[in-house]
């Protein structure tokens, strides 16, 4: 069984930062590609930036140069680093384990940038 639990979520002006937690429980984290994907009201659930279980990352263009992704494999966590926030962030933020043909997602966490 494995669960991932988000943390780090709030509220923040626009211009300001957050950093995402995911707390993954499990063997798999070291193997597994990890990603935040996000849903805003309304809308499809997008992926934000996904980190290679070798460290290599992709960011979609919306957060690329504002968002980054780690990852600790040592304490099976999952980061997101989001600075220069803008309203359009606003969302959901969801972590996700990708092993195979497998896809773990957690609770989600809520992000919301406004003034």
């Known amino acids: 069984q494995v669960q991932l639990v988000e943390s780090g979520g709030g509220l923040v002006q626009p211009g300001g930062s957050l950093r995402l937690s995911c707390a993954a429980s499990?063997?798999?984290?070291?193997?597994?590609?990890m990603g935040w994907y996000r849903q805003a009201p309304g809308k499809q659930r997008e992926l934000a930036a996904v980190?290679?279980?070798?460290?290599?990352?992709n960011y979609a263009d919306s957060v690329k140069g504002r968002f980054t992704i780690s990852r600790d494999n040592a304490k099976n966590m999952l980061y997101l680093q989001m600075n220069s926030l803008k309203p359009e962030d606003t969302a959901v933020y969801f972590c996700?384990?990708?092993?195979?043909?497998?896809?773990?997602r957690g609770q989600g966490t809520q992000v919301t940038v406004s003034s």
């Open positions: 996700n384990a990708m092993l195979g043909a497998i896809t773990y």
């Open positions: 499990g063997s798999i984290f070291r193997s597994a590609v």
């Open positions: 980190i290679a279980s070798g460290g290599s990352t």
